[in-house]
């Protein structure tokens, strides 16, 4: 069974940075795509950023120059490193990977709230 167990999130103030991890288990031979996607309460799901197995990266303009995706394929993990943190950051972040041969699966989704 795969399973995507992520870790980092919790309570930080404006200005302040938090790195969130995602590590993919099971029998999986090759992860295509991670990404991190976010959703406030009364908003939809967005995309926050997404890294291939190649290395290339997309980020949404509102994180754009504060958060950098990153990936360990020997670790089957990403990592997401959120700086100068915004109040509307506040989210619950979820991990995602797209794995060869397999599916999408989902973590369970971290909360991460930017507050004082």
């Known amino acids: 069974q795969v399973q995507l167990v992520e870790s980092g999130g919790g309570l930080v103030q404006p200005g302040g940075s938090l790195r969130l991890s995602c590590a993919v288990s099971g029998s999986v031979f090759s992860i295509n795509v991670m990404a991190w996607s976010r959703q406030a309460p009364g908003n939809q799901r967005e995309l926050v950023a997404a890294?291939?197995?190649?290395?290339?990266?997309n980020y949404a303009d509102s994180v754009k120059g504060r958060f950098t995706i990153s990936r360990d394929n020997a670790k089957n993990t990403v990592y997401l490193q959120m700086n100068t943190l915004k109040p509307e950051d506040t989210a619950v972040y979820y991990c995602n990977a797209a794995i060869r041969r397999m599916g999408t699966y989902w973590g369970q989704g971290t909360q991460v709230t930017v507050s004082l």
């Open positions: 890294i291939t197995s190649g290395g290339s990266t």
